[in-house]
């Protein structure tokens, strides 16, 4: 006669972790993370620690074939939006550039010292819809500027006649971050050492009815553009990754 095993009272538990979603987990982590973050509750910032950067200055007005179009009035944010980009980024710069062919890159930097769950960045393409622009062909993609890989966003944003390609991404501390999960986790990892990460927006768009045309061009420009820049301004940008 065979003898019937006995398995472990906790087998059981066990098999079922085998049958547990990849989704599942995904979210256990991400709670996991936003748990960590508010147990730890750090208290410094590392922008109190680390080089000052000022935006405005390390930018350059003027680099190869592109300038400023004076002519260009910005659209002022409603009352409602400017209340909120004053509370979540400490420096902004928006520009429009015009080269010799009368090409036109719109710019926007901002940087937030304080990039928590609450006070971090929003995803422009909410941003975008907020002022009323419909959001087609949005996409997640890598991108070479400096050298380095860049995980960007890309979308198209409509407004009646008007149709802008837009590429951004955000850093937060020394990396470039595009998921929920990747803010989760970087947030977590200065948490444990006690510090707030601080971050960056950087976007880039266009006037164009072309997207190819547009996004190639944006590439081009942002190149020019961190390769004019201050070293200090470019590292940052690029969270870190910058090549000499």
């Known amino acids: 006669m065979s003898k019937s095993r006995t398995l472990p009272a906790f087998w059981p538990w066990m098999e079922s972790l085998a049958i547990i979603p990849t989704a599942m987990l995904i979210f256990a982590l991400m709670a996991s993370a936003a748990l960590g973050s508010i147990a730890l509750t750090p208290t410094r910032l590392l922008s109190d620690i680390a080089p000052k950067v000022d935006i405005e200055q390390s930018i350059p007005k003027t680099f190869g074939d592109w300038r400023i179009d004076e002519n ?4 002022n944010p409603s009352p409602t939006q400017k209340a909120v980009i004053e509370q979540i980024y400490d420096q902004t710069v928006s520009r429009t550039y015009v080269n010799g062919k009368g090409q036109r890159i719109m710019l926007s930097v901002a940087y937030g010292a304080s990039q928590t ?7 422009q393409e909410v941003c975008y819809a907020a002022q009323g622009f ?15 890989q860049i995980p960007v966003t890309r979308m198209v944003a409509t407004h009646q006649y008007r149709t802008e390609p837009v590429t951004y991404w955000f850093t937060m501390g020394d ?44 590439i081009e420009f942002t190149n020019e553009l961190l390769q004019a820049s ?10 870190g990754a910058s090549t000499p």
């Open 117 to 123: 769950r609450e006070m971090r960045a929003h995803r």
């Open 134 to 148: 419909q959001i087609k062909n949005l996409t997640h993609e890598v991108i070479t500027i400096s050298g380095s």
């Open 72 to 75: 260009m009035v910005p659209i």
């Open 230 to 239: 201050a070293p200090e301004m470019r590292q940052k940008l690029l969270g």
């Open 175 to 218: 990396g470039i971050v595009r998921s929920y999960v990747d803010r989760q986790m970087a947030q977590l990892k200065y948490a444990f050492s006690g510090l707030i990460p601080d971050g960056y927006l950087f976007r880039v768009s266009s006037i164009d009815s072309n997207t190819e045309i547009a996004y190639q061009r944006q």
